[in-house]
């Protein structure tokens, strides 16, 4: 943690925040004074997050159930989170993850469907019901999207990552577009990250290392450290990007390609 107050006034909501990568980036914002929003499809492990988060005296935070994949649950939370907690200045979307299946010519359209509809759609859903809220906010609005390196080199999990390459577009579309009410929306493109869905694999993801130039996968507080910066006045002249995360993944092409199977199957659905 830095010490800064840079969502001090600001209130954020955070999808797929029970675990993992969503957890970290709640605890990351709340301890620089964000009045945070902790929403999840699990909502014990939402409740219990919102109940551990450090913070200024004065700012409360609140947990809501939450089915990206679901419209109306989307709305319904997204509307409650502003009425109760004053409004909404950044939106961060975490929610997502992969399945088992088959190489590609064995994937049927139930598991591609299933990728886009939570990779893709979920993460629309969610900036679609936030934007009129974002536009009336004059504390720097802003969305920060969780992608995959998945999306910008091959990796396999072909519907996982089409989907999370959506995201690319669909960040700078909504940067264009959305720039003009002055809201930034960026996103990050985490590599391997130690979080629960490695739990029961064989050696979890330190096996993975090798192929990290700085000789490490990722930790969650590397990919909320990102979120913060990006959602932050100090990126106030960023819009339209994807921040690759990765430990140096991007530099070694050769290496990437030897291990496709290897890394095609690090997600499971709705865990980061």
């Excluded at 993850?97 to 139930?110: K, L, N, R, Y």
């Excluded at 893709?120 to 969305?143: D, M």
């Amino acid at each position: 943690m830095t010490g800064l107050l840079r969502f001090s006034g600001r209130t954020v909501l955070i999808t797929g925040a029970g675990y993992g990568i969503g957890r970290a980036c709640a605890f990351r914002l709340a301890a620089e004074g964000a009045r945070t929003a902790v929403t999840d499809l699990d909502e014990s492990a939402a409740r219990a997050v919102a109940a551990e988060l450090p913070g200024p005296d004065g700012v409360d935070h609140a947990a809501y159930p939450m089915d990206v994949t679901d419209t109306d649950s989307v709305n319904r939370t997204v509307d409650q989170v502003a009425a109760d907690l004053g409004g909404l200045d950044v939106l961060i979307n975490v929610a997502g993850g992969d399945t088992m299946h088959g190489a590609f010519e064995e994937t049927e359209d139930e598991v591609w469907a299933r990728m886009l509809d939570l990779n893709l759609l979920g993460v629309v859903r969610c900036c679609r019901a936030a934007t009129p809220h974002l536009r009336r906010s004059t504390r720097a609005p802003g969305i920060v999207t969780i992608s995959s390196i998945n999306g910008l080199t091959a990796l396999g999990s072909e519907p996982y990552s089409a989907a999370k390459a959506g995201l690319s577009s669909l960040t700078t579309n909504l940067a264009h577009s959305l720039g003009r009410d002055g809201i930034r929306v960026n996103a990050v493109a985490p590599a391997t990250i130690k979080t629960r869905v490695w739990d029961d694999q064989p050696g979890g993801a330190d096996r993975l290392r090798g192929l990290y130039p700085l000789g490490r996968v990722g930790e969650p507080d590397d990919v909320a450290a990102a979120v913060a910066f990006l959602a932050s006045s100090d990126a106030a002249w960023i819009t339209g990007h994807v921040l690759p995360v990765d430990g140096g993944l991007l530099t070694s092409h050769g290496s990437i390609s030897q291990c496709r199977p290897n890394l095609a199957r690090r997600h499971e659905v709705r865990n980061r």
